[in-house]
């Protein structure tokens, strides 16, 4: 794959909330700007600069050389247009792909379904979640796809499809996937309503989404549930790296 530049934009400016996501869409998008110098690189540079302040963010942008990695995948970026609480922004990575005169929008596009097979392979988002920015509210964006440059969302999402198919398996081998079998992230188990009570707000105070299980007499804060176990992994490997205790736990599901 294209090259990707991990350049993430200021903790704690407007265009970086910091609230927690979980990816379950990914949202396509053209940037808009035919400026020239617009590509990748200015677009990671502009959330560094006068951008910052501004709610308006990507997770990543996306010419014919260059992908930046502007808003880690775990956190909020505002590009949906549907809301602080809207599912575009609150559950979807969004991708720009750049329209500057100087790069091959035909390339630049088909580095944006490659990146958006890489995403869905980790995130195990499914392709009926691969979505246009127009799906949340409305607007005429990706345009330059919606017009069918340099071609259509049908053969966009055909792209993805063959990326996905093709991309080599993950390092570490999935385990066999058990039918009835769900592999869970939690971050705590208690004894005493009160606790786990406590643990969940914690949780969701600081924007993660999280609920309370009852198993073996014990109430559990799970932050998430997964078919692949790779994928729990994966996530409770972004939460330690954020100082939050998650571990995986194999569940049955009747
Ligand atoms: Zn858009």
């Keep these: 794959m294209t090259q990707i530049k991990e350049l993430y934009a200021p903790s704690g400016a407007n265009c970086r909330p910091g609230l927690a996501l979980l990816p379950r869409y990914i949202t396509i998008h053209n940037t808009a700007n035919t400026s020239k110098g617009a ?31 502007c808003i880690p995948d775990v956190e909020v970026a505002w590009h949906a247009g549907d809301g ?21 929008l035909l390339a630049a596009t088909d580095n944006a379904a490659e990146l958006t097979a890489a995403l869905m392979k980790q995130y195990g988002v499914p392709i009926g979640n691969v979505v246009q920015h127009n799906h949340w509210n409305g607007k005429d964006c990706p345009r330059r796809i919606r017009r069918g440059e340099p071609y259509d969302w049908t053969m966009f999402l055909a792209k993805v499809q063959g990326f996905f198919a093709v991309q080599a398996k993950p390092e570490t081998a999935p385990q066999p996937q058990a039918e009835g079998v769900l592999w869970a992230v939690q971050t705590g188990a ?3 309503r009160e606790n ?11 924007g993660y989404e999280a609920y309370v ?38 569940k049955e599901v009747k």
């Design 39 to 69: 590509g990748a690189q200015s677009h990671a540079a502009y959330l560094h600069g006068w951008g910052k302040d501004k709610s308006v963010s990507w997770h990543y942008a996306v010419d014919d050389k260059l992908i930046t990695h």
């Design 84 to 104: 602080v609480n809207g599912t575009g922004n609150r559950q979807s990575l969004a991708i720009e792909i750049c329209e500057n005169p100087e790069s091959n």
């Design 190 to 192: 208690y004894r005493v």
């Design 196 to 206: 786990a009570q406590a643990a969940l707000a914690a949780m969701k105070s600081k």
């Design 213 to 250: 299980t009852k198993s073996g007499g014990l109430m559990r804060v799970q932050l998430g549930a997964f078919a692949v176990r790779q994928n729990a992994a994966n996530y409770a490997a972004k939460l330690n790296a954020q100082g939050i205790t998650a571990f995986v736990v194999r």
